[in-house]
T-cell receptor
Framework: GAGVSQTPSNKVTEKGKYVELRCDPISGHTALYWYRQSLGQGPEFLIYFQGTGAADDSGLPNDRFFAVRPEGSVSTLKIQRTERGDSAVYLC?????????????FGPGTRLTVL | QKEVEQNSGPLSVPEGAIASLNCTYSDRGSQSFFWYRQYSGKSPELIMFIYSNGDKEDGRFTAQLNKASQYVSLLIRDSQPSDSATYLCAVTDSGNTPLVFGKGTRLSVIA
């Protein structure tokens, strides 16, 4: 079956611009996670959704970052006033958590470069 | 602050040998443990998960968990050059809480 998809695969933007990154989870997966990975580091948690609501957004670095999942499927991560330090690979994962253990499957990622 | 520690490597093993990758975690309440493989330029791929103390085998892979020692390991038998990648250890509490990752161990299998 289809895995997690993310678009765009690469995004180059200028400092101060606004960007949107999209994630389409595996069909039927109720939980959706955003992580950010810098070179040489493991993925770091940003936010996760259970259904339409953000269940935990404690990993968002500041209020320039925001994410939505209006219909409980596709999610968009939005970054305002981008900074060079936002450059990283943004990973989305989904999980079929329904009272079971939490195996998360990752999409291919969006590589964001802020010039 | 929940932490997951891994030796960054590189860990070099000859083809056909057993590769042993180790991970320790700080949160004694952690319940679920995962190993992901990440090839250069690619996203993490789930290869093993373990929830109970002891060993879990899947093909050439064996995950080992010791909750008392807060230690989890991954053994790769009959290592192949295609196993060369970074291996990420991740842990989480029960339920659908986010994963906490280590920095990964880079494995190099020499033909």
């Amino acid at each position: 079956g289809a895995g997690v998809s993310q678009t765009p695969s690469n995004k180059v933007t200028e400092k101060g611009k606004y960007v949107e990154l999209r994630c389409d989870p595996i069909s039927g997966h109720t939980a959706l996670y955003w992580y950010r990975q810098s070179l040489g580091q493991g993925p770091e948690f940003l936010i996760y959704f259970q259904g339409t609501g953000a269940a935990d957004d404690s990993g968002l670095p500041n209020d320039r970052f925001f994410a939505v999942r209006p219909e409980g499927s596709v999610s968009t991560l939005k970054i305002q006033r981008t900074e060079r330090g936002d450059s990283a690979v943004y990973l989305c994962a989904s999980s079929r958590y329904i009272g079971s253990y939490n195996e998360q499957f990752f999409g291919p990622g969006t590589r964001l470069t802020v010039l | 602050q929940k932490e997951v520690e891994q030796n960054s490597g590189p860990l070099s093993v000859p083809e056909g040998a057993i590769a042993s990758l180790n991970c320790t975690y700080s949160d004694r309440g952690s319940q679920s443990f995962f190993w992901y493989r990440q090839y250069s330029g690619k996203s993490p791929e789930l290869i093993m998960f373990i929830y109970s103390n002891g060993d879990k085998e899947d093909g050439r892979f064996t995950a080992q968990l010791n909750k008392a020692s807060q230690y989890v390991s991954l053994l790769i038998r009959d290592s192949q050059p295609s196993d060369s990648a970074t291996y990420l250890c991740a842990v989480t509490d029960s339920g659908n809480t986010p994963l906490v990752f280590g920095k990964g161990t880079r494995l190099s299998v020499i033909a």
